[in-house]
C-alpha cells in the first residue's frame, strides 16, 4: 500500500514483534497499529507504561524495522534515510557533552546537520532565541537545571528546520515553570506551522497541547480522535458569566427548570494550582531557571 503523500505521519497495520531473553521468545509490543498525523496538528501518543509508544516513534524515526507494516514521514518511508532530514527529535533524556556550552552544543549539531558559516551562526542565535537560552548560551549545559537541558534539546531538534518533531515525554522531571515554558513553545511551534507528536503521562498537559489524541493499550490503537469530540460531555453545556448579580443567577435557575433541564453545578471557577505556582515563584525571581 503506499504511503498518502497529504499525511504528515502515516502509520499502517504496523507491528513489531521482539525476540528476547534466553528462550528467545517473541514479545509483540505493537500490534495492527494504524493511524495519521495531518500536517500542522499536535497529535498525542498516550498509554501506560510498556503500551508500544516508545516503539513506534522508534519506527516512524527510522530506528527500528517494523515486523509487519509500515510508517511514512511526508510520504516517503520511514526506512529511507532521507525522511529523516523532515524529523527533529527529542527523546526523554537528551545527552549532551557537559563540557560544551549551549551555543556550541547547537553549533555542534548544526555542523552535523551541514551547516556552517553565517547560515550556522544565524540558526544557532535564532533557536537560542526561541527557546529563551540566549543568557545562558555560554553557560556549560553540565550546569543546565533540567528545564534548560529539554528546551536546548528542542533547539537541537529544531536545528535542520524539519517539518514534523517528535517529543517523547518533554515535561517530565522539569519543574511547573519549565514545564510551562516548554508548552508554550510547543504552542508556538504548531502556530509557525510544524507537525508535533508527543508522548506524556501528564494528561492534563496533553490536553492543554494536542489536536488529536490516539491512546495505546497493549501494543493496540485502542481510542483516537480529535480531543474535544473525546473529552466533551455530549448532553451537558457550560458557560461562564462575570459579575453576575444573584437575581440573575436566580433567574437563569428559574428559566433552565421551565425548559424541563437541569442546573448540574454552579459555584466559581478555579484557578489552577500551576498559575498560583507560577504567579507565586514568579514574584520570588525563582521562574527563571
Ligand atoms: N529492544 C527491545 N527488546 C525487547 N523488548 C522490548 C524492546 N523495546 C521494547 N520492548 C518491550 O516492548 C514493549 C513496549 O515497549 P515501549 O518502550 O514501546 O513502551 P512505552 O509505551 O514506550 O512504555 P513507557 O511509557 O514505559 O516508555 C514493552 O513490553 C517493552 O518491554
New binding site residues.
Partial sequence: MSADPTSAVEVTDLTKI?I?GMRKQP?V?VRDLSFSVRPGEVYGLI?P???????TMKVMLGLLKPTKGSASIFGQSANEVSSRKDVGFLPENPYFYKHLSGLETLHFYGKLCGMKGSELRDRTNAMLKLVGLESASSRRVGGYSKGMLQRIGLAQALIHEPRLLILDEPTAGVDPVGSRKLRDLILQLKQNGITIVVTSHLLEQMQEVCDRVGIMSNGRMVREGQLEDLISVENQTEFIIENAPPELIAEIRQLTEKAGSKVVSLGKPRTTLERLFIESTVQTGDAEK
Fill in positions: 521482539f528476547s514479545l509490543a498509554g507504561n510498556g503500551c508500544g509508544k516508545s516503539t
